[in-house]
């Protein structure tokens, strides 16, 4: 909990820039500092066995055995602060200079009082001993910080990579030469030649070429559009079969692309409800605390011995520790992340366990999320003269498709994959735009002239319309397959919703939480509820604008997504899912991946988070009387450090067992 509170000032992550090497450095800095973890716990574990037994047992004071168990027990937890606690104490250090209170100077001051109270005990040889005490806090708080630094590493690693992905550009100059080059030294009004296969990297109008623009990624089209001289394509999408010359109007940090990763970039680690709440309760406590300790100082230097005064002032620090919420809070949080992965959802975010307690909206992405990320062939017509050669006509399809690597193709192959492949395809050709073409040897000694793709490719109009009227899908992109301008065979491509969709508007229904669809996709055809809220063709800052206003309206909106044009908005968003088979950019920025794909996880996974959040803002209710009522004990001189330290953690213990209940019990609230 220690480290989810600092500012992203105090926080710096180790940013892992391009190349393995870079990314092996940082988990090898990852791996040691786990390791440094470990070791602390391996001391913090020894140090209660000791101290429990010289508690229980003490030996006499100036023994032998006295001054080896206490050295030790001192000597473990100067251990762990020197190896472990540099950041806690600069975290605080800049806490003072920005004159704000935060967990850190709570932190800071149990620690203070656990080793303060401990020493005065060693020399004195009057009180109790929790040395141990030193460790885990310093573990806790450093455990919560790197989990931190790790995720936003890998944020800006990913954004890293594909801005690399789309940072070079072919200039064409006026004698038609062309010079690779990056991004940022082009300027607006250049041409930029985009070929088959190749990203477009400009923001920009097509001056000549035609072809298909895969635009999925941005826009939500679920395939590859046809693009002419004067339309406009975007950095972030790809030719699949065209040779365009672009004219730059954005270039390098004017580009849509661009400003997409800013805004995910820019996002800071927000704060859960409970973590604001948390902040909120140390605003007032940690002065209270510190005002107590000094307090009883002063009352017990007058009103008893050097002793008293240090040994009380101590015990309110140490009942004041953060533990029952630094320990019991990231126990039942890292637990419900658990679960959440048995059930599909992996997250190391306990934020998106606030946000899927409180949400009144998600919303979903279409293409991809709500529908599967290929496309289905959802009828196949072959007209009657080629009904006899049908098998060799589908294994033909299959064979030219296989050199072509788009979501139609890819779709025309599954739907083909029965065809014996006895066929012999030779000079196959693109036709930029509007499909391709091969000649085609059967095993029967057949010899066709082959065409696949648009409706323009046809010769024979009549013939078409009449194998058009023979279809029974409405609606869906069609491929027709001509042989010499003839139509042959007709495909019907549509997207296919997820499973258990239904089950999902009705759980989600029962849960008082409403879902509406953003989608990129201009004409979405997907079969959707009628009741269900579906906004289409919207761009990427059209979907931030709606995710954003549902946040002012305090819906506590998630977004649900899988692509590029997704990012921004999850940004926006109190938390973010993105599928498994979304592209690595938005899995990153994501708050939580479905590994599977599967979104009626989603139900469960809110009914789950709704139990683990009573029971925490309980803990939190318990942990701020618990504190009070043991600071005023200890401040009158009625709790020794010794029962200080084991209400402490009795505490723990407790509030730690009720936030785990939360997360193992199986009955809905």
Sequence with gaps: MGASQQSPTES???????????????????????LRVAVAAVFAGQGMVFSLAVNMTPPDYGSVAYWVLHGGLLFSALIVLTFLGGPLLQSTWGMLRARRLSIEGLFTLSLVGALGGS???????????????????????TIGRMLGERSQSQLLLQS????????????????????RMPVSELLPGNRVQVAPGQPFTVDGVILSGSGYVRETALSGEPVPVVRHPGDRVRAGTWSEDGLFVVKAE???????????????????????????????????????????????????????????????SMAVLLVACPCALGLATPVAIWQGLFRLSRMGLVSRDGALLDALARTRKLFFDKTGTLSESALQVTELLVLDAWRAQRSELLAAVSVIERHLNHPVAQALVRASEGAPPAVQVHALRILAGEGVSAEVESAAGGHWQLKIGEASLGADREALA??????????????????????????????????????????????????????????????LPEELEVAAGLSAADKETRVQAAGEAGLCPILVGDGLNDASAMSCAAASVAMGSGVPMTRTVATGQLVNDRLS?????????????????????????????????????????????????????????????????????
């Design 12 to 34: 710096r992550a180790v940013v892992c820039t391009t190349g393995e090497q870079s990314c092996d450095a940082l988990d090898e800095q990852l791996a040691r500092s786990w």
């Design 250 to 312: 954005a270039v390098a940090g004017q580009r849509e692309l661009d400003r997409i990763l800013e805004t995910v970039e820019s996002t800071g680690g927000r704060p859960s409800e409970l973590q604001e709440q948390a902040n909120q309760l140390i605003q007032s406590f940690l002065p209270l605390v510190a005002g107590v300790s000094l307090v009883t100082a002063v009352y017990w230097s007058f009103m008893g011995s050097w002793t008293d005064a240090v040994l009380n």
């Design 160 to 179: 890293e990579q594909l801005r690399e992905r789309f940072d070079q550009a072919d200039l064409v100059d006026s004698g038609g030469v062309v010079t």
């Design 119 to 141: 020493i005065v005990s060693t020399v004195t040889g009057q009180g109790g001993i929790f040395y141990e005490v030193v460790s885990i806090v310093i573990a806790i708080y």
């Design 466 to 527: 009449a194998g058009e009227r023979q279809l029974r899908e409405q609606g869906g992109k069609r491929v027709y397959v001509f042989e010499q301008g003839v139509p042959a065979a007709i495909f019907v491509l549509k997207e296919q919703a997820r499973e258990g969709l239904d089950a999902v508007w009705r759980e989600l229904g029962k849960l008082g939480v409403d879902a509406a669809v953003l989608t990129g996709d201009p004409r979405p055809e997907l079969s």
């Design 601 to 669: 996880v989603l139900p469960e996974a809110i009914t789950l988070a709704r139990r683990i959040r009573r029971r925490l803002k309980g803990n939190l209710i318990y942990a701020a009387a618990y504190n009070s009522l043991g600071m005023l004990l200890a401040a009158c001189g009625w709790l020794h450090p010794v029962f200080a330290a084991l209400i402490m953690l009795i505490s723990s213990f407790w509030v730690t067992a009720r936030a785990l209940g939360a997360v193992k019990k199986n009955k809905e609230i």
